[in-house]
């Protein structure tokens, strides 16, 4: 069982940056692989990114990537999303997820942990 809670959300114009943070509960953290999704009003929830236990492996949706940038920090059971160059169109609530496996890494339904989720406006 993990425990999973986003920050650093808010709204920011086009072209600026966020990051995300999300930490986890627990003493297992680094046996996570850990991604990012967003759901924008009225669509379903889609993959943005992932990052294996170690760190030696991140994945990108092809529409962030070059963009944004994930990494974690398993000493401090935290992960992130370094959103740069933020478009209107990445505006959407931010979700974290565990999962023990690091393959099929970008199914929404793979995932079985999941944070509340953090609010992300980018205006025009």
């Known amino acids: 069982q993990v425990l999973l809670v986003e920050s650093g959300g808010g709204l920011v114009q086009t072209g600026g940056s966020l990051r995300l943070s999300c930490a986890a509960s627990?003493?297992?953290?680094?046996?996570?692989?850990m991604g990012w999704f967003r759901q924008a009003p009225g669509k379903e929830r889609e993959f943005v990114g992932a990052?294996?236990?170690?760190?030696?492996?991140?994945y990108y949706a092809d529409s962030v990537k070059g963009r944004f940038t994930i990494s974690r920090d398993n000493a401090k059971n935290t992960v992130y999303l370094q959103m740069n160059s933020l478009k209107p169109e990445d505006t959407a609530v931010y979700y974290c997820?565990?999962?023990?496996?690091?393959?099929?890494?970008?199914?929404?339904?793979?995932?079985?942990?999941w944070g509340q989720g953090t609010q992300v406006t980018v205006s025009s």
């Open positions: 627990g003493r297992t953290f680094s046996s996570y692989t």
């Open positions: 990052i294996t236990r170690g760190g030696t492996n991140t």
């Open positions: 997820a565990a999962r023990l496996e690091s393959y099929d890494v970008t199914s929404v339904n793979d995932y079985p942990y």
